[in-house]
């Protein structure tokens, strides 16, 4: 039901609207502030906050990550730093609820921002001193914990803003201005490295990447109060309350006995991070020069964005159907998947671990100028395309379950608990040196396998409008107070 289908009156003493109906009770409707005030209370330019929030810490994290390495000479180190940071990571998300609950969303975004910067010293001290691996690994691991702060309180606010209708676009707004961290940080380390013989970056280009997320961890005390904003059809915005760690838990029984077809979505949830580490390391930093490597960063980061705009473009479609939408995103992932490692595939086959050990020399490297780049930097760019559509379906499906932020909560810990444990896993997989092959076909079989696990969850669970029947959230309030918990409800 819209704005429109209301007849309304004004509570002058409240400066809410009454709607004016019979029957059912209707959500109350409130003014929204005007002039600047209505400006900077607007949605669309909290969600852009909340992407700078992002741009400097996150974005800046994948522009480094996505130069192979971080842009050593060697991937090991930068292999087990992802390896402690995923395991923390995934170990954090049950907890970061709690924490969120009691700091709010934007305490908490700024101590998740703060440990980028961190992470990002790490690698100069490296290349300042060799002997700085130890250093590198142990900010990974508090990263994580850094992550899982700042992920948890993204994933509900992204969501909880947008009116039902908007989710799609407010997800693609979020993720374009975020991957704009990986545009400008991959602009930067191109425009140091482009005459570089050194095949690692410089020094400059980690000091250059330390300023920007330290003005990063400033931005979330900047945004506005959640409780105080309004969306755009005038509903407010239901206070973001996380479950505490225990609710999480009794959560995902609760969620599993009265929703179990949400388990389908956990094998799309484990393979949305396993690609990053055949395509940044064992693809752009095995076989391509630095220079190259900066100029792929470039590409893959841009190309997000114009992957995340026209997925969430599809995905918000009005002319169509929630249902239809949700069966065309799922066929254009399907599509894209095949696309792109059925092309990667015929270059994959021709190089080894063992043969690009021998490569020791930046010249001895793809370069930019070479003819056979043109191929594999447009194989890049569609990597990157698929990554955004990837992450911005995933979330809009969630999206479309619920309107509830409990249950959205719940759900987006859980997607970066099972994300951050497949990549912790695959990390660890490269560091140890799995043939380029395996991580390859694995990565192609578990994009595979997740969306086919996903098909027959749109099929029973994305309705053309979510049902307060579908919602946990009364059941996971009354874990937070001494009340005893209610049983759920039996299903319709």
């Known amino acids: 039901m819209s704005l429109s289908d209301y007849s309304v ?18 959500p109350a409707v409130f003014e929204r502030p005007t002039g600047i005030k209505g400006l900077y209370y607007n949605p669309v330019v909290q969600v852009f906050m909340l992407g700078f929030v992002c741009f400097m810490g996150p974005g800046l994290f994948n522009a480094l990550n996505g130069l192979g390495g971080g842009g050593q000479l060697s991937t090991t180190t930068s292999a087990n730093a992802n390896v402690a940071l995923y395991a923390t990571f995934a170990f954090t998300a049950f907890f970061a609820g709690s924490i969120n609950n009691v700091l709010g969303p934007r305490l908490t975004l700024l101590l998740g921002s703060s440990g980028y910067a961190l992470y990002i010293g790490s690698y100069l001290a490296i290349n300042i001193h060799p002997n700085a691996g130890g250093f590198v690994i142990a900010a990974g691991a508090v990263l994580g914990i850094c992550a899982g702060l700042l992920w948890t309180a993204q994933g509900s606010l992204m969501l909880a803003y947008p009116t039902e209708s908007q989710k799609g676009i407010f997800i ?10 990986g545009v400008v940080g ?19 280009t980690y000091i250059g990447f330390l300023i920007l997320t330290l003005i990063g961890v400033t931005i979330p005390m900047t945004m506005a109060n959640p409780n105080k904003m309004i969306r755009t059809d005038g509903t407010k915005v239901t206070t973001l309350r996380h479950p505490s760690w225990k609710t999480e ?6 969620t599993l006995r009265t929703d179990p077809y949400i388990l389908l ?3 799309m949830f484990f393979a949305s991070n396993w690609f990053y580490t055949w395509q940044f390391n064992d693809y752009n930093a095995a076989i391509f020069n630095i220079r190259a490597r900066a100029l792929n960063n470039l590409v893959y980061w841009t190309s997000q964005i114009v992957g995340s705009v026209a997925i969430g473009f599809l995905l918000d479609q009005k002319a169509l159907s929630r249902r239809f939408r949700a069966y065309a995103g799922w066929i ?3 599509f894209m998947v095949f696309v792109v490692h059925i092309w990667a595939y015929f270059y994959q086959k021709h190089y080894t671990r063992e043969t690009v050990a021998v490569l020791t020399n930046d010249q001895d490297k793809i370069d930019i100028y070479d003819k056979e780049y043109v191929g594999r930097v447009w194989l890049y760019i569609f990597c990157g395309m698929l990554d955004a559509m990837w992450q911005t379906t995933a979330y809009w499906i969630m999206g479309a379950m619920s309107n509830d932020p409990a249950k959205l909560a719940n759900l987006t810990g ?11 896993g695959i990390w660890r997989g490269d560091a140890v040196s799995l043939p380029y092959i395996n991580i390859f076909v694995s990565t192609w079989a578990l994009l595979v396998g997740g969306l086919l696990f996903a098909l027959p969850m749109i099929h029973m669970r994305v309705k053309d409008h979510t049902e307060a029947a579908d919602e946990i959230g009364d059941i996971l309030a009354h874990m937070e107070t ?6 759920p409800k039996p299903e319709q």
């Not at 009156?9 to 209707?26: H, R, T």
């Not at 838990?249 to 609760?254: D, K, Q, T």
């Open 265 to 267: 979505l956990f094998p």
């Open 414 to 424: 859980f997607y970066k608990s099972l994300q951050s444990a497949g990549a912790a």
């Open 172 to 181: 693609g707004i979020f993720w374009s201005v975020f991957n704009l961290g």
């Open 482 to 487: 001494p009340a005893a918990v209610p049983a």
């Open 332 to 334: 254009v992932l399907f």
């Open 9 to 26: 009156e004004k509570d002058n003493a409240s400066g809410s609207v009454v709607p004016d109906l019979e029957g059912p009770a209707a």
């Open 249 to 254: 838990l009794y959560g995902l029984w609760v």
């Open 186 to 204: 991959a602009a930067v380390a191109l425009g140091r490295n482009f005459h570089s013989t050194a095949n690692s970056v410089s020094n400059g």
